[in-house]
């Protein structure tokens, strides 16, 4: 319970700092006063995630939902790798929907996911070579050496924020596809279907 209340405090005093100090935007203030759903004070919903892979080769990334106003708060994080032992995202194939704890971030391999695992001591349990900024795309068959390397290029890394982006318990919809027109050779892209009248829409 006390646990909860620190929580509930560290929030209200984020978005009490945003407002008074006067550097805060819209999205900043929206994103820090969002709920992040639960029925019980300091619970949080979900988030449920579904990946398509549009493009031919293997998708490899790490993903999940952070606290940006707390960094002792471990992120809450899920990995497509390449290995033969492991979940894999192949080219064409669509992953079954995933389940998150909802929270203020939502990120594909962002940079600041990529921190607080590494600074919580998180990344000894994950695949290393999935831990990647954005997406990788290997084209190498499963079990040879490089299936779970960027042999094909990178997709940009993904961050989306509650409130703003997405609402709790909403569907996000990750579609990578490959961009022959971008600054990268592949893209996420990013939609979200947001929840029934009856469910928490966490905003």
Do not use: H, W
């Amino acid at each position: 319970m006390m646990q909860d209340c620190s929580k509930l405090l560290r929030t209200f005093l984020a978005a009490a700092i945003c407002v008074l100090g006067g550097g805060c935007t819209p999205d900043v203030f929206l994103n820090q006063t969002a709920s992040v759903g639960g029925d019980i004070a300091g619970n949080s919903g979900t988030v449920d995630v579904a990946f398509i892979n549009n493009t031919p080769f293997r998708a490899i990334f790490t993903y999940g939902t952070y606290n940006n106003t707390d960094e002792d708060e471990s992120p809450n994080v899920a990995q497509f790798i390449g290995d033969v032992n492991g979940l894999t995202l192949e080219g064409d194939q669509v992953a079954n929907i995933v389940s998150l704890p909802c929270n203020r971030v939502f990120s594909i391999g962002d940079s600041e996911l990529l921190r607080l695992l590494d600074r919580n001591g998180q990344v000894d349990g994950l695949n290393a070579e999935a831990l990647v900024p954005g997406a990788a795309f290997s084209s190498a068959a499963l079990g040879d050496d490089n299936d779970g390397l960027a042999t094909e290029g990178f997709a940009p890394e993904l961050r989306a924020l509650l409130g703003v982006d997405f609402p709790c318990g909403s569907i996000i919809v990750i579609r990578y596809e490959i961009d022959d027109a971008g600054p990268a050779p592949f893209r996420m892209d990013f939609e979200v279907i947001p929840p029934s009248d009856d469910q928490d829409r966490g905003v």
